[in-house]
């Protein structure tokens, strides 16, 4: 299996354009264009980015953060339904909540959001839809999205490499620097009130 390298992103959110940033970005050429849906679990005990996409629960937790605030994210955990209570348990640990006491053996998507997520106080799903308008800059990915969250519009344009210096090169070359970093969790537990 393939050595994963932790990427380190800048990412900022907002309900307009980026400014001079979305025009530089856009004349680099075109962009390839991805849609998807996904459920992120929210816990109002952790950062950790937890998600559903593709039928995988997929988890990162934040390695990292270096001096001009990007972002280190590490995946840990891809993992199919039904989901089972080893599996489980890794779960709600990267959710920094006791796990509940489990009637199944194992939960379907259905399962689990119902029968564990939506009853827990500290818990919540969000409904999330992406339109993702990627580039290449200077080897980076760079991106400009359109997203909802249950429902509610956000506009968002993220750098991602390996090298931090990089992200930062191109984040500067962009004239994004002047709007903060944002990552998607603190973007969602905003719009849907989550402390």
């Given at each position: 299996m393939a050595e994963?390298?932790?990427?380190?992103?800048?990412?900022?959110?907002?309900?307009?354009?980026?400014?001079?940033?979305?025009?530089l970005i856009r004349a680099t050429g075109a962009a390839r264009t991805r849609q998807s849906t996904e459920v992120y679990i929210l816990s109002a005990q952790s950062m950790n980015n937890t998600k559903v996409r593709d039928g995988l629960m997929d988890i990162k937790t934040l390695k990292a953060v270096d001096a001009n605030a990007l972002e280190q994210w590490?995946?840990?955990?891809?993992?199919?339904?039904?989901?089972?209570?080893?599996?489980?348990?890794?779960?709600?640990a990267a959710f920094g909540v006791p796990m509940p006491a489990l009637a199944r053996a194992s939960y379907s998507f259905e399962q689990y959001l119902g029968e564990l997520v939506a009853p827990h106080p500290d818990l919540a799903a969000v409904d999330v839809a992406k339109v993702r308008h990627g580039y290449v800059i200077d080897g980076t990915i760079v991106e400009i999205a359109e997203v909802t969250f249950n429902g509610t519009p956000r506009r968002t344009v993220a750098v991602e490499h390996e090298d931090p210096a990089l992200v930062w090169s191109v984040v500067r070359r962009l004239q994004l620097d002047g709007f903060e970093n944002v990552n998607y969790l603190r973007a969602m537990k905003a719009v849907v009130g989550m402390a």
């Amino acid at each position: 299996m393939a050595e994963i390298i932790p990427r380190w992103e800048w990412r900022t959110f907002g309900s307009g354009a980026f400014g001079a940033g979305e025009d530089l970005i856009r004349a680099t050429g075109a962009a390839r264009t991805r849609q998807s849906t996904e459920v992120y679990i929210l816990s109002a005990q952790s950062m950790n980015n937890t998600k559903v996409r593709d039928g995988l629960m997929d988890i990162k937790t934040l390695k990292a953060v270096d001096a001009n605030a990007l972002e280190q994210w590490n995946p840990i955990l891809k993992a199919e339904f039904p989901l089972a209570a080893a599996t489980l348990e890794g779960i709600f640990a990267a959710f920094g909540v006791p796990m509940p006491a489990l009637a199944r053996a194992s939960y379907s998507f259905e399962q689990y959001l119902g029968e564990l997520v939506a009853p827990h106080p500290d818990l919540a799903a969000v409904d999330v839809a992406k339109v993702r308008h990627g580039y290449v800059i200077d080897g980076t990915i760079v991106e400009i999205a359109e997203v909802t969250f249950n429902g509610t519009p956000r506009r968002t344009v993220a750098v991602e490499h390996e090298d931090p210096a990089l992200v930062w090169s191109v984040v500067r070359r962009l004239q994004l620097d002047g709007f903060e970093n944002v990552n998607y969790l603190r973007a969602m537990k905003a719009v849907v009130g989550m402390a």
